[in-house]
């Protein structure tokens, strides 16, 4: 039975509303005052409060803040004979639940108080229904879908991602898990069947090579100053968590692409600056080509180059050369807070952000970070935090008093690897545990993919024995030896380089400053 407060100076001819709420299962205490009120809160727990604005001596604002002061979760009620604005606001601001207007009826009371008392109640019972609703749509959209509807298909996934976890007491995780991962064993198999005619030309998704010249470089012919963001490791759900901190400065826009295979650093973020697929970038620019460099930063130090190559490719010719900036750390963003004046002077500016990248990768190693982001729920939640105290919000804020374009984006996603496949290779095979190169590797086909011809998906050849492999769904590489410690060592880390949703289909952004 829910207990609720009534402080109303006229609460006696209130009777018959009391009389109604308690027979429909309220017990209700009835005060006179302000005072009394706020005294009887501080003796013992309430689920709601219903309080009049117009009381003589302690008015309600002020038994408002009183109340706040000593149970600040207790819902609060305000009943008001003014329509006026101001008063309206200033109870929302001193966080009333909701308010009604006099004169009131039992019914308006009882739905009043419905509304907040069972509002999770309610709301979880209909996100239940909805999610049934969708999961049927899901699977049937799945069937013969296209490029275009497995975009569909996993912004509804990355949706219902954070729907599930609002309503975690629900129990629709385990659900949405499952739907995942039957979505990304039919996602690989059509990924299978159809990358290696994507990047030969026949019609397809947008892929890294396509995001400058789709997104970018339309803006800067028009004259646009353009800021081109690319948060490494940046999944779609990431993208939709952070949105809403952005909407009282942009009008946005946000379109979406593939990332190229491997969906990792070295391969998806060079094509992106370069405009090539990685073949075509070893022969072009064999000498900014590292993809046997030691660690993955150094795979990635010609980004700027590679960049002004593509724009010079394209003819696009700038007032100014370009200022490009990588962000690593917290001394490399707030050095860029200090110079921000000097980005709005300039045409073209590219930044990439490593911080989401880092984190994945750190919590690999660290059981401290293994704690702080279990698993993907958390993971956006930090991503999420971090976003609202990080350098890069704050150029984006910036930017938008500067009349600049924003384009916003990541390089490739990442997935919480759940089962070890085995792998065979030698000594030269690369280190990745969601995709390797190196000469005659073998894997169990049915849980990665292995390109035997390296052209075919226009990657770099090299020795005739050289082949690629992907893993599909949420599985890992593991050697035979030591199968068994290394599957416990990298199971629930975050990966990516392999063929899924989360590490393929990725957000560009269209942020367009509110006038």
Same mark, same amino acid.
């Given at each position: 039975?829910? #207990?609720?407060?009534?402080?109303?100076?006229?609460?006696?001819?209130?009777?018959?509303?009391?009389?109604?709420?308690?027979?429909?299962?309220?017990?209700?205490?009835?005060?006179?005052?302000?005072?009394?009120?706020?005294?009887?809160? &501080?003796?013992?727990?309430? +689920?709601?409060?219903?309080?009049?604005?117009?009381?003589?001596?302690?008015?309600?604002?002020?038994?408002?803040?009183?109340?706040?002061?000593?149970?600040?979760?207790?819902?609060?009620?305000?009943?008001?004979? &003014?329509?006026?604005?101001?008063?309206?606001?200033?109870?929302?601001?001193?966080?009333?639940?909701?308010?009604?207007?006099?004169?009131?009826?039992?019914?308006?009371?009882?739905?009043?108080?419905?509304?907040?008392?069972?509002?999770?109640?309610?709301?979880?019972?209909?996100?239940?229904?909805?999610?049934?609703?969708?999961?049927?749509?899901?699977?049937?959209?799945?069937?013969?879908?296209?490029?275009?509807?497995?975009?569909?298909?996993?912004?509804?996934? &990355?949706?219902?991602?954070?729907?599930?976890?609002?309503?975690?007491?629900?129990?629709?995780?385990?659900?949405?898990?499952?739907?995942?991962?039957?979505?990304?064993?039919?996602?690989?198999?059509?990924?299978?069947?159809?990358?290696?005619?994507?990047?030969?030309?026949?019609?397809?998704?947008?892929?890294?090579?396509?995001?400058?010249?789709?997104?970018?470089?339309?803006?800067?012919?028009?004259?646009?100053?353009?800021?081109?963001?690319?948060?490494?490791?940046?999944?779609?759900?990431?993208?939709?968590?952070?949105?809403?901190?952005?909407?009282?400065?942009? +009008?946005?826009?946000?379109?979406?692409?593939?990332?190229?295979?491997?969906?990792?650093?070295?391969?998806?973020?060079?094509?992106?600056?370069?405009?090539?697929?990685?073949?075509?970038?070893?022969?072009?620019?064999?000498?900014?080509?590292?993809?046997?460099?030691?660690?993955?930063?150094?795979?990635?130090?010609?980004?700027?180059?590679?960049?002004?190559?593509?724009?010079? #490719?394209?003819?696009?010719?700038?007032?100014?050369?370009?200022?490009?900036?990588?962000?690593?750390?917290?001394?490399?963003?707030?050095?860029?807070?200090?110079?921000?004046?000097?980005?709005?002077?300039?045409?073209?500016?590219?930044?990439?952000?490593?911080?989401?990248?880092?984190?994945?990768?750190?919590?690999?190693?660290?059981?401290?970070?293994?704690?702080?982001?279990?698993?993907?729920?958390?993971?956006?939640?930090?991503?999420?935090?971090?976003?609202?105290?990080?350098?890069?919000?704050?150029?984006?804020?910036?930017?938008?008093?500067?009349?600049?374009?924003?384009?916003?984006?990541?390089?490739?996603?990442?997935?919480?690897?759940?089962?070890?496949?085995?792998?065979?290779?030698?000594?030269?095979?690369?280190?990745?545990?969601?995709?390797?190169?190196?000469?005659?590797?073998?894997?169990?086909?049915?849980?990665?993919?292995?390109?035997?011809?390296?052209?075919?998906?226009?990657?770099?050849?090299?020795?005739?024995?050289?082949?690629?492999?992907?893993?599909?769904?949420?599985?890992?590489?593991?050697?035979?030896?030591?199968?068994?410690?290394?599957?416990?060592?990298? #199971?629930?880390?975050?990966?990516?380089?392999?063929?899924?949703?989360?590490?393929?289909?990725?957000?560009?952004?269209?942020?367009?400053?509110?006038?």
């Amino acid at each position: 039975m829910s #207990r609720i407060l009534w402080a109303d100076d006229e609460i006696d001819l209130l009777k018959p509303h009391v009389i109604f709420l308690t027979e429909r299962g309220y017990e209700v205490e009835t005060v006179s005052s302000g005072d009394e009120a706020i005294r009887r809160i &501080s003796e013992t727990r309430f +689920d709601a409060v219903l309080l009049d604005e117009m009381m003589p001596g302690r008015d309600g604002l002020s038994t408002l803040e009183g109340i706040k002061e000593i149970d600040p979760g207790v819902p609060v009620i305000m009943i008001t004979k &003014s329509e006026e604005e101001e008063l309206v606001n200033t109870a929302i601001r001193k966080r009333i639940n909701d308010y009604l207007l006099k004169p009131v009826n039992p019914v308006q009371i009882l739905s009043a108080l419905r509304r907040v008392l069972e509002k999770d109640k309610i709301e979880s019972s209909q996100v239940a229904k909805d999610y049934l609703e969708e999961f049927n749509r899901i699977r049937a959209l799945a069937h013969g879908a296209s490029w275009k509807e497995w975009i569909d298909i996993h912004r509804r996934l &990355s949706r219902w991602d954070i729907e599930v976890e609002r309503f975690r007491n629900i129990g629709l995780g385990q659900t949405q898990e499952d739907i995942r991962r039957e979505m990304n064993s039919a996602f690989a198999r059509y990924v299978e069947s159809e990358y290696a005619g994507w990047v030969h030309g026949k019609k397809g998704p947008p892929l890294s090579p396509h995001v400058v010249d789709k997104h970018v470089l339309p803006l800067l012919e028009a004259g646009q100053r353009v800021f081109f963001i690319v948060v490494d490791c940046m999944r779609l759900d990431h993208w939709m968590a952070i949105e809403k901190l952005l909407e009282p400065y942009f +009008d946005m826009r946000t379109d979406y692409y593939y990332s190229i295979l491997p969906s990792a650093t070295p391969y998806a973020r060079n094509g992106i600056f370069s405009g090539l697929f990685p073949k075509d970038l070893a022969e072009k620019h064999p000498d900014w080509w590292l993809e046997q460099a030691p660690d993955e930063g150094g795979k990635n130090r010609y980004e700027k180059q590679l960049l002004e190559a593509q724009l010079a #490719r394209k003819k696009v010719v700038l007032r100014q050369q370009l200022r490009y900036v990588k962000i690593y750390n917290i001394e490399e963003g707030n050095s860029i807070r200090r110079q921000m004046a000097s980005f709005f002077s300039i045409p073209f500016a590219a930044l990439v952000i490593n911080f989401v990248d880092m984190f994945a990768h750190g919590r690999s190693e660290s059981e401290i970070l293994r704690e702080l982001a279990p698993d993907e729920a958390a993971f956006r939640s930090v991503m999420t935090s971090w976003f609202q105290h990080s350098a890069l919000f704050e150029i984006l804020r910036a930017a938008a008093s500067q009349d600049a374009r924003v384009v916003l984006t990541s390089d490739h996603g990442s997935i919480l690897g759940k089962k070890a496949t085995t792998v065979y290779g030698n000594r030269e095979t690369s280190t990745n545990l969601r995709y390797k190169f190196g000469n005659n590797l073998g894997c169990d086909e049915r849980q990665a993919v292995k390109v035997k011809n390296p052209g075919d998906y226009r990657l770099p050849g090299g020795s005739l024995s050289k082949n690629y492999i992907f893993a599909k769904e949420n599985y890992y590489f593991v050697y035979p030896t030591r199968f068994h410690e290394y599957e416990r060592q990298y #199971r629930n880390t975050f990966q990516h380089g392999g063929i899924s949703l989360e590490e393929m289909i990725l957000p560009c952004a269209l942020l367009t400053p509110r006038k």
